[in-house]
């Protein structure tokens, strides 16, 4: 069983607000992710890291930042939120090699008043 | 332009019944799929994944089928639960890349 864990897992917070969303993993993973999801839509990757001081910008456009200074730890920091950031955002990890799996957190639901 | 679709949005099944969830790709260099499951609020859950060299995958209620040269992808769940009740997710991926290209989901809703 995947052992990934995001805090907090709701977050309602103003306009402007610096936010730090922590994601933590136990398996000894290389690989992390960040995705962002909306109701009804795909995942969308928008960060990921391939080890410690690894990291690097997903597929989709993000005003966030992230940084791996541990290998179990990838947090991800909106400097000014607004309500645009309001979405789903999950963490997920996987092993190196052929047919790796995404074991993802419980996600981060985020309401930007 | 999206590499992996899931055309139906939704889906209704008599508990006891045969769901299946279908998904299409259009990269012919994806060489490994996988299903997630996942309720609200929470983060998606593995489900079962399947490599290109394989047309068929088992795990207990849940078979996935794979048809490369339709670029097709289906799920089956037999027999269907009301606890099997959420969206599923296709994402597929090739050797060597970090993506993940996730489908918009498909929400399965099991009637009891």
């Known amino acids: 069983e995947a052992d990934i864990y995001q805090t907090p897992r709701y977050l309602v917070i103003g306009t402007g607000k610096k936010i730090t969303l922590e994601c933590s993993q136990t398996m000894g993973h290389d690989k992390m992710y960040w995705y962002q999801q909306d109701p009804g839509m795909e995942l969308h990757l928008i960060h990921y890291?391939?080890?410690?001081?690894?990291?690097e910008k997903g597929d989709l456009s993000s005003e966030s930042t992230v940084s791996r200074i541990r290998t179990e730890h990838f947090p991800l920091t909106l400097e000014s939120a607004r309500p645009s950031h309001t979405s789903q955002y999950l963490c997920?990890?996987?092993?190196?090699?052929?047919?790796?799996?995404?074991?993802f957190g419980s996600g981060t639901q985020l309401s930007v008043l | 332009d999206q590499q992996v679709k899931q055309n139906s949005p939704s889906l209704s099944v008599q508990e006891g019944r045969i769901s299946i969830l279908n998904c299409d790709y259009t990269?012919?260099?994806?060489?490994?799929f996988l299903w997630y499951k996942k309720y609200p609020a929470e983060g998606p859950t593995f489900l079962i994944s399947?490599?290109?060299?394989?047309d068929k995958n088992e795990d207990g209620r849940f078979t996935v089928f794979l048809n490369k040269s339709a670029k097709h992808l289906s799920l089956h769940i037999v027999p269907s639960q009301p606890g099997d009740s959420a969206v599923y997710f296709c994402a597929a991926s090739y050797a060597g890349t970090y993506k993940y290209i996730f489908g918009t989901g498909t929400r399965l809703k099991v009637l009891a």
């Open positions: 997920a990890s996987s092993e190196r090699g052929l047919e790796e799996k995404l074991f």
């Open positions: 399947i490599s290109s060299i394989k």
């Open positions: 890291s391939y080890g410690v001081n690894s990291t």
């Open positions: 990269n012919s260099m994806f060489d490994y």
